[in-house]
């Protein structure tokens, strides 16, 4: 079975029982804290795969980070069926999952944009504005500052871009002008 998959599985099973609960967003927030723990440290992904380890005591390194991290029982249980499965190091592809589907159900939607240096931030507000109104969903936004940009806007909105930026519109006149020389 391919990681994809798999990891959507284990993220829609956990959605699931969160959605039960009405605590969805509290075991993201969880899913998250604990991916980014095990992302500090790959000699712990390490530990908890190699089989010379016992079961109980990879388990039992998990309940004690659990502990650090404050997580919820659920949460400790579904990392322990990941470690018990060996299936851990699927841990950030099955947040990065779950990411998306708590944001569908709490109807959000992430965009990023890419700026020239210097945009006003008036000016952020207003696109974020106008894709809330469009989309219906609250935008979560990430800005980022583009060197190689004249002037304009990259708005990224899941897995699709809107170039505005001046650079690009300059490519265009320049294929236009080109074609009609032709």
Not at 92 to 111: C, F, H, K, P, W
Not at 134 to 144: A, D, M
Request: charged residues 35%; positive net charge; glycine residues 6%.
């Amino acid at each position: 079975m391919r990681k994809t998959t798999l990891a959507k599985r284990y993220a829609e099973a956990l959605i699931d029982i969160g959605r039960e609960e009405q605590r969805y967003e509290q075991y993201g927030e969880e899913l998250r804290k604990a991916a980014a723990a095990f992302g500090a440290s790959p000699v712990l992904y390490k530990v908890l795969l190699n089989p010379m380890y016992r079961i109980e005591t990879r388990k039992a390194i998990v309940e004690e980070l659990s502990k650090e991290l404050a997580l919820s029982a659920v949460i400790v249980k579904f990392l322990s069926l990941l470690v018990e499965r060996r299936h851990i190091r699927l841990l950030d592809e099955i947040t990065r999952m779950y990411s998306q589907m708590e944001d569908r159900l709490a109807g959000r939607i992430r965009v990023t944009v890419e700026v020239a240096k210097g945009v006003e931030e008036e000016m952020i507000k207003a696109v974020k504005e106008k894709i809330e109104k469009e989309s219906g969903n609250r935008v979560i936004l990430t800005t980022r500052e583009n060197p190689s940009l004249i002037g304009g806007l990259i708005i990224k909105i899941g897995n699709t871009i809107f170039d505005g930026s001046i650079k690009t519109q300059l490519e265009r006149m320049k294929e236009k002008l080109l074609e009609g020389v032709s």
